[in-house]
């Protein structure tokens, strides 16, 4: 059976956190640190491959990181003075152990391990191109292809092939990448993935954001350019910028809801952006009220400075329970729908009586918020008020974000004022694309060249979607059936 996406059931989609060491004798243990800071950015699975100069050791499973690698012996076991590791987002209702990465192949070049964070939009086309040439997929991943790219590819050195292979890849892609000479870091040419780099002591390190230089006591250095190489090994640190002159197009939900807000990416601190977006968001669409109250956790950041902006009390009205799993990993409809509700609870004593503003930071579908109205106004609300820390959901992301089909999408469904009915609440309101672009330091949204990757809000698609134009899934044909 093909791994799908549960939404829409033809995308595969990789939301993943990257991870990589060159230079330090505990390289496992600090991988299996520096995954547990990037557990937000995927949890259905999580691997680390290690080199000890002669041979890679590879641990790989599904599940958490502490599921995996809280074992002493399995870190043990993962020798070596560099190492990569991955972690994966749960966008599959089924899961397949042969998606986990890191990848690894044999080259005529030596050993290569890799992984990747974000969405290749022309996988389906070189797919079936190298299967045409007689190559074997292992898994369904579109990482796959550019290890293929890489196998096949006429060029001496590793670097040189890696530029080969990218050079026919479209997609956002942040990879980091295992030789047996060092560590290899890669960012798409517009730069829509995070991917930083850090050091400690003499050892270099790449995270998909700087959280996890943070918890292993690590300095922040700085980001990887869109379009930079970099690799590090015995000649120290090398950079190059093969793919021409672009400009770059972070992903702008990266702010809004996936990055850490403890994390620095792209020069700004994802917390003071989300703090900014709800003052933005609190001048934009003001409204008599008693109390903001955050959906938490993603929107706790954008309530603070809805309430600091607006002068109303911040109350935590809502609590969430930490020991379940986020909505999205629920695979039915069903079960979502439960998840939400052991996911949350109302703090009574906050919203009985009052007129709440509820801030959160997205509506996908509708289902959390419907969930969470409802709950409020059981718990005695007067009036509740949604605000929205991102502009209306109304595109499917092709680069790396897990979103369901445009028709799943509420805002593609309806209008402001059916969103609000849809949704129960008395009024409702999100933050203007030049709301968004004003807390990220720019005076507004320049159509003509918009600093960030906001398809998902405004349909403009920075890089082409050879597959999805084509009608063609990203997913590739398998005769494996493989469920865990
Ligand atoms: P929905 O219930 O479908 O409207 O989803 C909205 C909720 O899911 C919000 O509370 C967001 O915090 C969260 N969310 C938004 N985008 C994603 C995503 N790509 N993955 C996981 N959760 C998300």
């Known amino acids: 059976m093909l791994t799908t996406d549960p939404y829409d059931d033809d995308h595969l989609r990789d939301e993943c956190g990257v991870f990589g060491i060159y230079g330090h004798a505990d390289s496992s243990a ?6 547990h800071a990037l557990q937000h950015r995927g949890q259905e699975a999580a691997g680390i491959v290690t080199y ?3 041979q890679f050791h590879a641990h790989r499973g599904l599940g958490l990181v502490s599921d995996n690698f809280s074992n002493k012996d399995i ?22 152990i042969r998606n986990v990465q890191p990848l690894f192949a044999d080259f005529e070049f030596g050993g290569l391990a ?8 022309n996988s389906y086309h070189l797919r079936r191109q190298l299967v045409r040439r007689g190559s074997i997929f ?3 991943s579109d990482t796959e292809v550019i290890v293929h790219l890489i196998a096949t590819s006429l060029k001496e050195t590793v670097e040189e092939r890696m530029v080969d292979a990218l050079r026919q890849v479209e997609g956002a892609y942040s990879l980091v990448a295992l030789t047996q000479t060092g560590i290899i870091g890669v960012r798409d040419p517009l730069g829509v993935r995070p991917l930083a780099l850090g050091k400690l002591g003499d050892a270099y390190i790449l995270a998909s954001e700087s959280c996890a230089f943070d918890i292993i006591g690590a300095d922040f250095v700085r980001d990887i350019e869109p379009g930079e190489i970099i690799t590090i090994g015995a000649h120290g640190l090398k950079s190059l910028k093969p793919f021409g002159r672009h400009r770059r197009r972070f992903c702008v939900f990266e702010h809004i809801y996936f990055a850490r807000p403890d994390s620095v990416v792209e020069g700004l601190s994802v917390y003071d952006v989300r703090k900014r977006i709800g003052a933005e968001l609190a001048r934009e669409s003001s409204i008599d009220a008693d109390v903001v109250v955050p959906v938490p956790d993603s929107g706790v950041p954008a309530a603070l400075g809805y309430s600091v902006e607006s002068g109303l009390p911040f109350e935590l009205g809502i609590i969430r329970n930490h020991y379940v799993g986020r909505t999205f ?5 069903q079960i979502r729908h439960l998840g939400v509700r052991l996911k949350h609870s109302a703090n009574r004593g906050h919203l009985a009586g009052k007129r709440v503003i509820l801030v959160d930071d997205s509506i996908v579908r509708g289902t959390t918020s419907t969930k ?3 709950m409020v106004r059981n718990a005695g609300a007067s009036e509740v008020h949604m605000r929205i820390s991102s502009p209306p959901t109304s595109y499917s992301c092709f680069y790396g974000i897990a979103t369901p089909e445009r028709d799943k999408l509420l805002a593609s469904r309806f209008d402001i004022a059916g969103m609000t009915k849809f949704i129960g609440c008395d009024t409702l309101a999100f933050i203007s694309i030049d709301g968004l672009y004003r807390a990220m330091g720019e005076p507004a949204r320049d159509p003509a060249a918009p600093k960030f990757c906001d398809a998902c809000f405004t349909g403009d698609y920075p890089i082409p979607l050879a597959d999805h134009d084509a009608g063609k899934v990203s997913t590739q044909l398998s005769l ?5």
Do not use: F, K, M, W
């Open 372 to 374: 969470i109205v409802d």
């Open 30 to 35: 600090l991988a299996a640190l520096g995954l």
């Open 114 to 121: 890799i992984c990747h964070n974000g969405n290749l939009t």
């Open 52 to 54: 000890d100069g002669e």
């Open 480 to 484: 494996l059936s493989e469920t865990i």
């Open 75 to 96: 870190i043990a076991s993962l020798v070596g003075h560099s190492g990569i590791g991955h972690v994966r987002y749960a966008t599959t209702g089924e899961v397949a």
């Open 329 to 333: 990993i629920e695979p039915t409809d």
């Open 138 to 140: 292992q898994s369904t």
